[in-house]
């Protein structure tokens, strides 16, 4: 955050992200506890149409796997959407394609000690978007396994 406790705009805020976006004192931001339970979820965020990864994703899946990189890297990523790794995705039943290491029986990851950056940080803050929507639908719904759906065209 800035001195004044807003978060910069602009060229201000990309340089601060890269900074590792430490304000003035050299603090980090605070992260409000999480407000979701990824228990509860569907699984929304593993089947956004690009899940990115870098050369560690593909390294660290290479060592759960116990393969070579190039096997690794051939075996689950794809270049796709203009990034050279891009993780390969499988038919799901709920939103069409998700994660290929999602268990779209149990609704759950299979790879979580090895999962990628991106999964890691997700979603990033103490909020997850979907899971609010996810919960509003299935208070009105008054259905607690109710999958509330969006789409997201791929």
Known sequence: ???????????????????????????????????????????????????????????????????????????????EHGRKYAMRRKKDPVFGKICRFFDTTQRSCTIYTARPAVCRSFPGGGRCGYYDFLSFERRAQEDDKFVALTNHDD
């Open 1 to 79: 955050m800035s001195q004044a406790g807003v978060r910069p705009q602009g060229r201000r805020f990309v340089r601060w992200q890269l900074e590792g976006g430490r304000n003035t004192a050299g603090e980090a931001p605070r992260v409000s506890p999480a407000q979701y339970k990824c228990q509860n979820c569907p699984g929304y965020c593993c089947s956004y149409p690009l899940i990115p990864l870098d050369k560690r994703d593909v390294e660290r899946l290479a060592r759960h796997h116990h393969l070579s990189y190039e096997d690794a890297k051939k075996a689950f990523t794809k270049e």
